[in-house]
């Protein structure tokens, strides 16, 4: 098995998705077994064609293999319509109750033509930074 790193990315049919991950230590409060983490995404069209991100799913799991299923409309409230060229970016955040797990999933997508495809969101890690293991 390849181990998910705090970053990935994946292309389909012409739909660049790149995640970062990082751990906030601020917001986590271990002893409650509140491990927090951000996650930027940026979309990139590398394609000739718009595409429109209707919605999205998520499959999260944490170290004690408990996964959890994510769907819903769009991103941050947004069904972002991202033209050839261009990118949109957001970030998000993810809770656990261990101090690391992983994120993967798809975006549903709809091209002007009405023609829908899943985008990838490659596996990424959620892990303490080195200095806190």
Same mark, same amino acid.
């Given at each position: 098995?390849?181990?998910?790193?705090?970053?990935?990315?994946?292309?389909? &049919?012409?739909?660049?998705?790149? $995640?970062? +991950?990082?751990? !906030?230590?601020?917001? +986590? $409060?271990?002893?409650?077994?509140?491990?927090?983490? %951000?996650?930027? !995404?940026?979309?990139?069209?590398? =394609?000739? $064609?718009?595409?429109? #991100?209707? =919605?999205?799913?998520?499959?999260i799991v944490d170290a004690a293999d408990k996964t959890e299923e994510v769907r819903g409309p769009g991103v941050v409230g947004e069904q972002p319509r991202i033209e050839p060229g261009k990118s949109f970016q957001y970030t998000s955040g993810? $809770?656990?109750?261990? =101090?690391?797990?992983?994120?993967?999933?798809?975006?549903?997508?709809?091209? &002007?033509?009405? =023609?829908?495809?899943? %985008?990838?969101?490659?596996?990424?890690? #959620?892990? #303490?930074?080195?200095? #806190?293991?």
């Amino acid at each position: 098995m390849i181990r998910p790193t705090t970053s990935s990315s994946a292309i389909t &049919d012409g739909i660049r998705v790149t $995640v970062t +991950s990082r751990y !906030i230590p601020e917001q +986590s $409060v271990p002893r409650l077994k509140r491990f927090v983490w %951000a996650y930027t !995404i940026r979309i990139t069209n590398e =394609s000739q $064609v718009p595409a429109k #991100l209707v =919605s999205r799913h998520w499959v999260i799991v944490d170290a004690a293999d408990k996964t959890e299923e994510v769907r819903g409309p769009g991103v941050v409230g947004e069904q972002p319509r991202i033209e050839p060229g261009k990118s949109f970016q957001y970030t998000s955040g993810c $809770v656990l109750q261990t =101090s690391r797990g992983t994120m993967r999933g798809e975006y549903q997508m709809l091209r &002007d033509d009405g =023609s829908q495809f899943d %985008a990838e969101i490659a596996a990424f890690a #959620l892990e #303490l930074p080195v200095s #806190l293991n």
